[in-house]
């Protein structure tokens, strides 16, 4: 959404139902025009539960470190051995593994998680999570992505007007659905859900959090 203030919305909610009415229930009460949702996301699998759910949607993947460096392949014996019994790799650097999601890796865990890697995902080529040129979908396509993400991350933002602010300055709601990477206090991997509310304007607009009850500064 550009480069903004984000504002949480009460607390991490208890399910991604709880979190989409949240977003939209927002979305209808505080913005003068919205824009199509935009920049749907499905964030990588790092949990076996989020790896399992991913080969149902998806072929192939890119096993990365969270940290974005190096693989430290010379401490992941068992994974090469693995990959090279199953013919399952397509592509390789320094940096990134690219294989086909067989189900012989769901015996990797918890030694993928522990070695700090994850499985980027192939979904802005992938229905239903594939979007156009422009980075946006309809609520009735983000309806068949929400009804599939299951326990993988997601995000997906709506950009508009808030009411009461200049036309031109854009404002928005931001969902985030079980992002692993997400500080939350107290949340294990992969079981935060929020919603933000992003804006340059409260960058420059007296705002507490006595002022509009329920946000936090981030």
Excluded at 58 to 65: E, P, Q
Excluded at 82 to 111: H, K, M, N, Q
Excluded at 141 to 151: C, D, K, T, W
């Amino acid at each position: 959404m550009g480069a903004s203030s984000l504002y949480q919305v009460l607390e991490p909610l208890p399910d991604s139902a709880s979190a989409v009415r949240r977003a939209r229930g927002l979305v209808e009460a505080f913005t003068e025009w919205v824009d199509e949702p935009s920049g749907p996301g499905v964030g990588p699998a790092v949990t076996l539960e989020q790896y399992e759910h991913a080969r149902c949607l998806f072929a192939f993947g890119v096993l990365t470190r969270r940290d974005a460096g190096a693989l430290p392949l010379d401490r992941l014996a068992e994974l090469r051995r693995v990959i090279d019994r199953t013919g399952a790799l397509r592509d390789s650097d320094p940096y990134r593994l690219t294989v086909e999601l067989r189900p012989e890796f769901a015996r990797l865990w918890p030694l993928v998680e522990e070695a700090g890697l994850q499985v980027e995902l192939p979904g802005r080529i992938t229905p239903p999570f594939d979007v156009g040129e422009e980075d946006t979908t309809t609520e009735a396509g983000l309806n068949r992505m929400l009804e599939a993400v299951g326990p993988l991350a997601f995000d997906v933002a709506w950009e508009g007007s808030l009411r009461g602010l200049p036309s031109a300055k854009l404002c928005g709601v931001q969902l985030c659905l079980k992002r692993v990477d997400l500080p939350v206090h107290g949340a294990r991997p992969g079981d935060a859900r929020s919603v933000w509310i992003s804006s340059d304007e409260f960058r420059r607009i007296p705002m507490s959090n006595a002022a509009m009850p329920g946000l936090q500064h981030s």
